[in-house]
């Protein structure tokens, strides 16, 4: 069945650093692509998306590619900061509202001053 | 509202007593799901509905699990004589109709209840 594997944490960074959380997925047929990001205490909050291959999704200096030919759609950030200490899913899914997502494992990044 | 909205926060059960768990999705989205997340933080999709209809229910365990989305009703995930390791955060998450691929996907979650058996 489909799934999604992400690098295992906690990633422990200092704020300004640069941030990679890798992510492969499996899946048969061609889905979208997502990052979750996860407050303590609180629910899944969508970071940024991609519905197709070499498709970028960005938001607040996240990015990350729709590499189909490596299956891999890695999360970058080129300066952490404090505030950005939460949990990170990565997940895959079909079009449409109505479709289950898959998520990973989630990826715990803390960042110091 | 624009927000999903679970209760109660925090519910603890013994072992072998009910446990209900509640859901307002926002108002006019047509598909709810509900998600399990372990200790570990693993996501574990549950059961999904169109309006008040089962969608899809592939993840949902077979015995002590139910669930139902009710007209003007918050939908509900019930677990029968709970069991030790049932004892997890229960999301819910509601979504708009869309077959646009490029759509927002509309995914709003909750902020979960967590479930402690005892």
């Known amino acids: 069945g489909d799934s999604v594997t992400q690098m295992e944490g906690p990633v422990t960074l200092s704020e300004e650093a640069f941030l990679t959380i890798n992510c492969t997925y499996t899946?048969?047929?061609?889905?979208?692509l997502f990052w979750y990001v996860q407050y303590p205490g609180e629910g899944l909050q969508l970071l940024l998306k991609a519905t197709k291959a070499d498709d970028k999704g960005s938001n607040k200096g996240f990015e990350a590619t729709y590499r189909k030919e490596t299956t891999s759609f890695h999360l970058e950030k080129g300066s952490v900061q404090v505030s950005d200490s939460a949990v990170y899913f990565c997940?895959?899914?079909?079009?449409?509202?109505?479709?289950?997502?898959?998520f990973g494992a989630g990826t715990r990044l803390a960042v110091h001053p | 509202g624009e927000e999903v909205a679970q209760t109660p926060k925090h519910l603890v059960r013994g072992e072998g007593q009910k446990a209900k768990l509640y859901c307002a999705p926002i108002?006019?989205?047509?598909?709810v799901f509900w998600y399990q997340q372990v200790l570990k933080n693993e996501f574990k999709f549950l059961i999904s509905f169109q309006n008040e209809n089962v969608f899809d229910e592939t993840g949902m365990p077979k015995e002590r699990f139910s669930a139902k989305c009710l007209p003007n009703s918050p939908c509900s995930l019930e677990i029968q004589a709970t069991k030790l390791e049932d004892s997890a955060v229960y999301f819910c998450a509601s979504s708009p109709q869309s077959r646009d691929r490029d759509s927002n996907y509309g995914y709003t979650f909750g902020s979960g209840t967590r479930l402690t058996v005892v």
């Open positions: 899946a048969t047929g061609y889905p979208s």
């Open positions: 108002k006019g989205h047509s598909y």
């Open positions: 997940a895959t899914g079909f079009s449409g509202g109505y479709n289950k997502l898959i």
